[in-house]
């Protein structure tokens, strides 16, 4: 059975992504409130680990980005390194881009989810760090298959959904979430273009939240004004 998938984010009011570009706290608010009420916020969610897409772990120190591997023909197995009772940082990268020095992300055990076409070399690399590794189809986008995979074989029960907007559009198309977990920072980006919290890479008339409505859960006003909203996501009344 798939884990229960949160999606957690921080985000400006104007709904973007790009915490760098966001305007400064007001006077007299810690200069860190947002990663450091972000991770707070996030430990209260009693997860057993994140999610993130290929871009967004670059961000971790002994992450770095390669060549896309390819070439691998037969069937694959899914493999479990030493995650020696930590937590796990998941990253869905379908073409085997990323390479790692250490089997650890901040002290979390690294869980990649590739797609089977990626090389019989890539795969020895990432056994010789340590790294697990389990598979979303060919091409690597079958989210489906892979949550069941890190709930059956993993036994992920709760697992953060972490950004960017282009892997937490993917999740939002593939029905995915079960709830979200925004922290709006009082801040502006402004700027038309810059990604939002959800960015699904899609047609014009495409409508990735088609057929969901979200449940109010809980709001609680945190340290320098940040507001955590918490929603479930349920169907849609009929006809809407
Ligand atoms: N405000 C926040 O709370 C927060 C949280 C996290 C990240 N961020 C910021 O977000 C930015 C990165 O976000 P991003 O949206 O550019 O990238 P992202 O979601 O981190 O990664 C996108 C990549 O994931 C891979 N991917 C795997 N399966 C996919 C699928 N089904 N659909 C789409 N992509 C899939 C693709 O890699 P390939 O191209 O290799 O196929 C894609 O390019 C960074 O600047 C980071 O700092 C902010």
């Not at 979390?108 to 790294?131: M, N, T």
């Not at 598979?135 to 950004?163: N, P, Q, S, V, Y």
């Not at 990604?195 to 340290?223: C, M, V, W």
Request: aromatic share 8%; proline share 4%.
């Amino acid at each position: 059975m798939r884990p229960k998938i949160i999606c957690h984010m921080a985000s400006s009011v104007d709904g973007r992504l790009l915490a760098d570009r966001w305007t400064p706290p007001a006077s007299g608010v810690a200069t860190d409130i947002v990663p450091r009420i972000y991770e707070e916020a996030g430990k209260r969610l009693a997860a057993d680990g994140f999610l993130v897409g290929r871009n967004t772990m670059t961000e971790f120190e002994g992450v770095t980005i390669g060549e896309p591997s390819s070439g691998g023909a037969q069937r694959r197995d899914s493999h479990r390194g030493d995650r020696a009772g930590r937590s796990i940082a998941v990253v869905v990268d379908p073409q085997g881009k990323l390479y790692y020095a250490v089997d650890h992300a901040e002290g979390d055990h690294i869980v990649a989810i590739l797609g089977e076409q990626v090389s019989d070399d890539y795969l020895s690399e990432l056994r010789r760090v340590g790294v697990s590794y389990l598979f979303a189809g060919r091409e690597g986008k079958d989210l489906h298959a892979a949550m069941d995979a890190l709930g059956d074989a993993f036994g992920i029960k709760t697992l953060l959904l972490e950004g960017g907007g282009l892997i937490n559009g993917a999740f939002l198309k593939a029905g995915l979430i079960d709830e979200i977990s925004v922290l709006v920072y009082p801040g502006i980006d402004g700027l038309a273009g810059i990604p939002s919290i959800f960015d699904y890479a899609g047609a014009d008339n495409d409508q990735p939240a088609a057929g969901k409505a979200l449940r109010h859960l809980a709001t609680e006003t945190l340290e320098g004004g940040m507001v955590w909203l918490r929603y479930s996501f349920e169907d849609a009344p009929l006809g809407q």
